[in-house]
């Protein structure tokens, strides 16, 4: 071969590699896309549940003791930081406490509802099975961004930039209880 066929052969191969780069580099950026719109979406049932579960609390269905217990864990879950910015500069140990109080809200939901009947319970227990759903479409969207990153492409060509590995949202959130 010429050395003009040798040169377009490389350029080739650097083309098609600069392509496969840009290609992965934008299917990491529209996982963590997706990973930061399910939070969202996770973190708006999780509102709509601690509100059900407040509105519950505060219906006068239950007695006294579960409705306290209740209404401080929705109280406890609606005070966490909900704004988009704090969700995007969370670290591990805000993660961590936020599970902890969407934990125990579940608990005191386990707690109180398990013999209950009444006008407010269809609406907590929609919001909590739409939590259930939130959940696992965010887990998902974690364990498919985690596994591309953990290619060597990726890591090599740092092509995730310095966006966090993002973490599953590993809470009671009554189908695992």
Sequence with gaps: MSPVAWALAGLLVLCALAWYLSATA???????RRVETSRAALDAELTRR?????????????DPASALVLADAATASLDAPRTPAALRD???????????????LTRALAAAL????GPGLARVLDAAHRVELARRFHN???????????KRVVRW???AGRARVPETADFLDGADS
């Design 50 to 62: 601690a509100s059900a579960a407040l509105e519950y609390a505060t219906s006068g269905e239950l």
């Design 26 to 32: 934008q299917r990491v950026d529209r996982l963590h």
């Design 157 to 159: 060509g740092r092509l």
């Design 140 to 150: 998902d969207a974690v364990v498919q961004t985690r596994r591309l990153r953990a």
């Design 114 to 117: 398990p013999e209950r009947d």
């Design 90 to 104: 969370a670290n591990d140990a805000d993660d961590a406490h936020r599970w902890r109080v969407e934990s125990d």
